[in-house]
Each structure stands twice: as C-alpha cells, then as structure tokens.
C-alpha cells in the first residue's frame, strides 16, 4: 500500500502531520522534550532534524509506522520498521497466535484485515456469514469491504444496510485521512459506488437499531433467521513491523439472547 506525499521535505510533512492533529507547536514542543522555536525551524527547514527526534514527533503526532518509514527517508535517514509479509516464517508465531484466537471464538464471527481491508485470516463463523454470496467475492484476494457493500454480497441481507453501510464508509474516510492512501482511495470510491437496493422481495431494509441501545449493530438475515451483532476491532499494541501495524481484528459478537443461542446450536 503506497503513500502519497502531499509536500517535500520532512519540515512540511510534520507540520501537516501537526496541524491534522490539531496541535500547536508549543504544545507538540512539550509533548516531545523540545522547544517551540526549534519545532518552528524543523517544519520550515532552517533545522533539520535528528533521526530520533523525526521519531519522536511522529510518536507524539500519532504517525502510523508506514508513514514514520516515510518521514525517515524523507529526512535522510533509513527506514526504521521493516514490512515483513505475513507468510514469511518469522511470522509464525503470529500467525499461530491469530489462529488461535479466532478459532477460540466460533461460532461467532471472527476475521483478521490488513491495512486494505483484505482478509488475511476468518474463522468458521465468517465462512456461515458469507454463505451464497458470489464466488467471485471470495476469491482472493477476499475484500472485507467489497464483501460486505457489493449487491452480490452481504449488502442485500444486511437488515440496516444504510445505517453500517455510513459506517464502514465514515471508518475508510478516517482512515484515508491517516494515510493518504491512493489504492485505499479507490477503493473506497469503488465501495461507496454500489448501489444501494432493496432486500428480497423487493422489500426496502433499514430497521431501527434501538434495540441495542449501546453500540451500532449489524442486523442481517442467516438461514432464514434474524441475527444481530456488534462489532470489535483490535490491533497489535506497539507493533515494530508495518505489516503487524496495519493488521486489525474484527469480532462479532451477539448483540441478543437469540443470536447468541442459534449460533451455539451450530456446534452443539
């Protein structure tokens, strides 16, 4: 996934990066042990900064690991985090780690993205949800994002389309605004481009979802019933490595008695 560099030199980067995090420099200048004045110098370029102050404010800025690679290059200096595909071996134990986990909570839904919202791993409970959808969405590489959105998906299941379908779309614009992503760009405008229709039968979906008064859920059709979710996403706490940054899990869990109970009477 590639960046897009708005400005040249590291100066202009982090003050972008400053102003997008609505901070001033002296504020930033505190956060990170330094000065306004010389916070002042880096952003116009009369200072260039150290390697590990680059860091630093990039720290302080809330920089994702990509783009800390980026600002490095940018002020002379080599990458500092590698990107290590996820089929390599020192991802094992990693990839044993994550299997695990979803495993351990089927029946109820459970995937893991990376950073284009690709799925890089699901369970049992993922494979019952996506059950008869168009077999060209599940080749890979399998899109969270298309799955979900496309009229030959889950879309036409999803009892709340509008309501999630707002979501998912106001969760890619945040994440475009954190990192310039031209491939996530368009995919986010393929995405937001599918149209919206009717359920089967014709019948318009959009039900209240004021029956789970503490978080969003994902109301959708499966064998015939009516089951309701909310979402978790989980990442990787100080990932050293973009690929393990980039990755999120995404649960399912029971927003009601009766989607809690049909979904453990698939195992029992």
Same mark, same amino acid.
């Given at each position: 996934?590639?960046t897009?560099?708005?400005?040249t030199?590291v100066?202009?980067?982090?003050?972008?990066?400053?102003?997008?995090?609505?901070?001033?420099?002296?504020?930033?200048?505190?956060?990170?042990?330094?000065?306004?004045?010389?916070?002042s110098?880096?952003?116009?370029?009369?200072?260039?900064?150290?390697?590990?102050?680059?860091?630093?404010?990039?720290?302080?800025?809330?920089?994702?690991?990509?783009?800390?690679?980026?600002?490095?290059?940018?002020?002379?200096?080599?990458?500092?985090?590698?990107?290590?595909?996820?089929?390599? =071996?020192?991802?094992?134990? @990693? &990839? #044993?780690?994550?299997?695990r /986990? +979803?495993?351990?909570?089927?029946?109820?839904? *459970?995937l !893991?993205?990376?950073?284009?919202?690709?799925?890089?791993?699901?369970n049992?409970?993922?494979?019952?949800?996506?059950?008869?959808?168009?077999?060209?969405?599940?080749?890979p590489?399998?899109?969270?994002?298309?799955?979900?959105?496309h009229?030959?998906?889950?879309? =036409?299941?999803?009892?709340? @389309? &509008? #309501?999630?379908?707002?979501? /998912? +779309?106001?969760?890619?614009?945040?994440?475009? *605004?954190? !990192?310039?992503?031209?491939?996530?760009?368009?995919?986010?405008?393929?995405?937001?481009?599918?149209?919206?229709?009717?359920?089967?039968?014709?019948?318009?979906?959009?039900?209240?979802?004021?029956?789970?008064?503490?978080?969003?859920?994902?109301?959708?059709?499966?064998?015939?019933?009516?089951?309701?979710?909310?979402?978790?996403?989980?990442?990787?706490?100080?990932?050293?490595?973009?690929?393990?940054?980039e990755?999120a899990?995404?649960?399912?869990?029971?927003a009601?008695?009766?989607?809690?109970?049909y979904?453990?009477?698939?195992v029992?």
């Amino acid at each position: 996934m590639t960046t897009v560099a708005l400005d040249t030199g590291v100066g202009p980067l982090l003050r972008s990066w400053r102003e997008r995090s609505r901070i001033s420099q002296l504020e930033l200048a505190l956060r990170a042990d330094s000065s306004a004045r010389h916070i002042s110098f880096i952003e116009t370029g009369r200072a260039r900064p150290s390697e590990e102050m680059v860091l630093r404010l990039a720290e302080h800025l809330g920089v994702p690991v990509r783009e800390r690679n980026a600002l490095l290059v940018v002020a002379g200096y080599a990458p500092r985090y590698t990107e290590t595909a996820l089929d390599d =071996p020192a991802m094992g134990a @990693l &990839r #044993e780690g994550m299997d695990r /986990l +979803l495993q351990g909570y089927d029946p109820y839904p *459970a995937l !893991v993205v990376d950073g284009m919202y690709n799925v890089v791993a699901a369970n049992q409970g993922i494979a019952r949800m996506t059950a008869g959808v168009a077999e060209h969405l599940l080749a890979p590489p399998l899109n969270a994002m298309r799955l979900t959105l496309h009229p030959e998906g889950l879309a =036409p299941r999803i009892r709340n @389309l &509008r #309501e999630w379908r707002a979501d /998912l +779309l106001a969760q890619m614009e945040r994440q475009i *605004a954190l !990192v310039r992503s031209a491939e996530l760009r368009a995919l986010y405008e393929e995405v937001a481009g599918y149209p919206v229709e009717p359920g089967p039968g014709g019948r318009e979906w959009d039900e209240p979802s004021s029956s789970v008064p503490f978080a969003l859920p994902l109301v959708i059709e499966q064998d015939g019933r009516l089951l309701s979710f909310v979402a978790s996403i989980a990442t990787f706490n100080t990932p050293m490595d973009v690929t393990v940054a980039e990755l999120a899990i995404e649960t399912f869990l029971p927003a009601d008695p009766g989607t809690a109970a049909y979904l453990r009477s698939l195992v029992s």
